[in-house]
């Protein structure tokens, strides 16, 4: 089973060496959200070898999200989300628990369930909030991604606060584009990866990436005051 196990992750363990491959079997991370980010992030990091996965999401898939949702096919709509994740991940690495959770992050909070990391990858700013208080509130760290148009932001979130930096309403993202979905969602899991790796993070940064008319690529970094 180890040559197996070090076969499939054989350009991780070059990268880094077998006792931290073997480590990422240890962790668990809850992702918030199965749509666009939450198909990248379930692909990215099953595929890196971590250990348990959590998915959160009630709703299902619909024929409208899956040209950005890239773990969700034609045929698939009318299922949950998080069903589709969970088999769609543990088909492409055996080496991975995968829970679905049906439900709201608020009911999801009930359950008292402990994490290494918690993983924003929702589409509202009040579930964002949610998550912002509850991560505060438990010593919590957690990653935050949003998309739309040809932008998007990525914040790992240790002594900062969500909502001292973002007024939170119910407004809905304008179109978006499908590439910037799984930039956003690749730019989180590497963010997550060297963290469950215990490799340096830069902790509390916001980037902001964006194209200007031109199609010139932009980053802009913004350090987040302590809450």
């Given at each position: 089973m180890q040559n197996e196990f070090n076969e499939y992750f054989n350009r991780q363990i070059k990268l880094w060496g077998e006792e931290v491959q073997n480590s990422l079997q240890n962790k668990k991370i809850a992702i918030i959200g199965s749509g666009g980010l939450g198909c990248t992030l379930g692909i990215a990091l099953g595929a890196s070898g971590i250990g348990e996965f959590t998915f959160v999401d009630f709703d299902t898939v619909g024929v409208h999200n899956i040209h950005r949702q890239i773990g969700f096919k034609v045929g698939d709509d009318g299922k949950y989300k998080a069903d589709v994740l969970k088999e769609l991940i543990e088909s492409r690495c055996p080496y991975v628990k995968v829970n679905a959770y049906?439900?709201?992050?608020?009911?999801?909070?009930?359950?008292?369930?402990?994490?290494?990391?918690?993983?924003?990858?929702?589409?509202?700013?009040p579930t964002r909030a949610?998550?912002?208080?509850?991560?505060?509130?438990?010593?919590?760290?957690?990653?935050?991604?949003?998309?739309?148009?040809?932008?998007?932001?990525?914040?790992?979130?240790?002594?900062?606060s969500y909502e001292a930096v973002f007024q939170i309403n119910d407004r809905k993202p304008n179109g978006i584009a499908c590439p910037i979905v799984m930039h956003i969602g690749s730019l989180q899991a590497n963010l997550a990866l060297r963290y469950l790796a215990g490799l340096e993070v830069k902790k509390d940064v916001l980037y902001y990436l964006s194209f200007d008319n031109e199609g010139i690529l932009d980053t802009k970094k913004f350090n987040l005051p302590s809450a």
């Open positions: 049906k439900e709201t992050f608020d009911e999801f909070t009930k359950r008292d369930l402990t994490f290494d990391l918690i993983i924003d990858a929702t589409d509202n700013l949610a998550i912002n208080k509850y991560c505060i509130e438990h010593n919590q760290p957690w990653i935050y991604g949003s998309v739309e148009e040809f932008h998007g932001q990525v914040c790992f979130f240790e002594k900062a």
